[in-house]
């Protein structure tokens, strides 16, 4: 099953707290981008290993094209074979490694009540992994590190069961500002009971329990 793919629109804005992830505001409400320096060098690793990755697919046809007597000597054919596969091999694990350039991103769609939780690819389009109605999300909450502030995730629980998604990562001061917003524009009329009775859907098995984080 593919996730949901949505293009970024051109009349988004984006806010970004000092160290925190992006608030970037669109037309149906503001996505969650886990930015700034760590993420801007994945990014440009991945652009690294695409183009590495092409040129290296590109010199096997210089190599073919290197000597008209390949085939009349067998060494030089067996080398050239060999380089071909060295090439081809390595060319392609970095290409396709430039090609899974993900950034973890979090949709709240203020107009279709709904929290979309995924990832954007090298090519921009977004992916959902986890979509969870108003409705259904009981609370916010902050998991820290104890040892580091800077290491926190926000989580959406689930009513007021143990069940958990990760919204997204960064400093614990961040989260906190990001965690009002949500609070605040996730009540009222929004947290209505869905009329289309929805049910969260999962591409994949991400919740936590809370109950196993919190044990001691």
């Known amino acids: 099953m593919q996730g949901n793919i949505e293009n970024i629109k051109s009349s988004e804005t984006t806010e970004q707290g000092k160290g925190g992830p992006g608030v970037v505001q669109t037309p149906w409400g503001y996505r969650l981008s886990a930015i700034g320096t760590e993420a801007g060098l994945l990014r440009l690793t991945h652009a690294a290993g695409r183009f590495v990755g092409l040129v290296l697919l590109l010199i096997i046809a210089g190599v073919w094209s290197f000597s008209a007597d390949t085939f009349a000597d067998p060494l030089t054919m067996a080398m050239k074979l060999g380089l071909t596969g060295l090439l081809f091999v390595v060319g392609w694990m970095l290409f396709w490694y430039g090609r899974d350039a993900r950034q973890v991103e979090a949709q709240v769609d203020l107009d279709g009540c709904e929290l979309r939780i995924g990832h954007r690819d090298g090519l921009n389009r977004f992916r959902h992994e986890t979509r969870i109605p108003f409705a259904d999300i009981g609370s916010f909450l902050i998991l820290r590190n104890d040892d580091n502030p800077d290491d926190a995730a926000l989580y959406a629980r689930i009513g007021s ?11 614990e001061a961040a ?42």
Do not use: C, F
Not at 161 to 171: F, L, R, S
């Open 175 to 216: 989260l906190e500002r990001i965690q009002a917003r949500l609070v605040s524009d996730l009540t009222g009329e929004r947290r209505r009971r869905d009329p289309r009775n929805r049910r969260i859907a999962r591409v994949t098995g991400n919740a936590i329990s809370l109950a196993r984080v919190s044990a001691p």
């Open 161 to 171: 069961g143990m069940d958990a998604y990760e919204v997204i990562a960064g400093p």
